[in-house]
């Protein structure tokens, strides 16, 4: 089982992913919204992500609370994704809380805080250039704490 964790950047309209296997970084990318029609990029994006899903697959996606053309894009693609795969959510601010220490962190401060909690190896497939690519990993990272601190609760 695989966690995917996707950001909807909701600043440029892209979407990042990170793709995590057994608590390691193993994929990092973006959609990056195309001058095609906008239902069709919502397609696009759609068949993207079916690229790494897979039946049993963990989804969690960055929730969003900002109105606009973009945040419908990603609601609505979350909506028909969620038809095929269980997807869980997270608050931003839990996101930078856990990945930072603070829930007001700014984008350098989880890009710095993402860095330092990767590997070496992890690092080399890291979008450092991309901040929806970046926050997907954080976005990954956070679940992944909580998912140990539920596991660690019910033992």
């Known amino acids: 089982m695989s966690l995917i964790a996707i950001d909807p950047g909701l600043k440029t309209s892209n ?9 390691k970084l193993v994929y990092n990318g973006i959609y990056q919204v195309q001058e095609i029609p906008w239902r069709d990029n919502m397609h696009e994006l759609i068949r993207y992500l079916k690229a790494f899903v897979k039946r049993d697959d963990q989804v969690v996606v960055e929730k969003s609370f900002y109105p606009g053309k973009a945040n419908i894009m990603h609601l ?3 909506g028909v994704f969620d038809y095929y795969y269980d997807i869980d959510t997270i608050a931003p601010c839990s996101v930078k809380k856990i990945v930072t220490g603070s829930g007001r962190a700014d984008k350098q401060e989880v890009k710095n805080a993402v860095i330092k ?12 250039e991309d901040e929806d690519a970046v926050d997907a990993i954080a976005i990954g990272l956070a679940y992944l704490h909580k998912l140990r601190e539920v596991n660690n609760a019910n033992r």
């Not at 979407?15 to 057994?22: E, K, L, P």
């Not at 590997?119 to 450092?128: T, Y």
Request: net charge positive; charged share 35%; hydrophobic share 40%.
């Open 76 to 78: 609505k693609t979350i």
């Open 15 to 23: 979407t990042g992913v990170a793709v995590f296997q057994r608590g």
């Open 117 to 128: 909690k990767l590997s070496e190896k992890e690092l080399k497939i890291v979008k450092l």
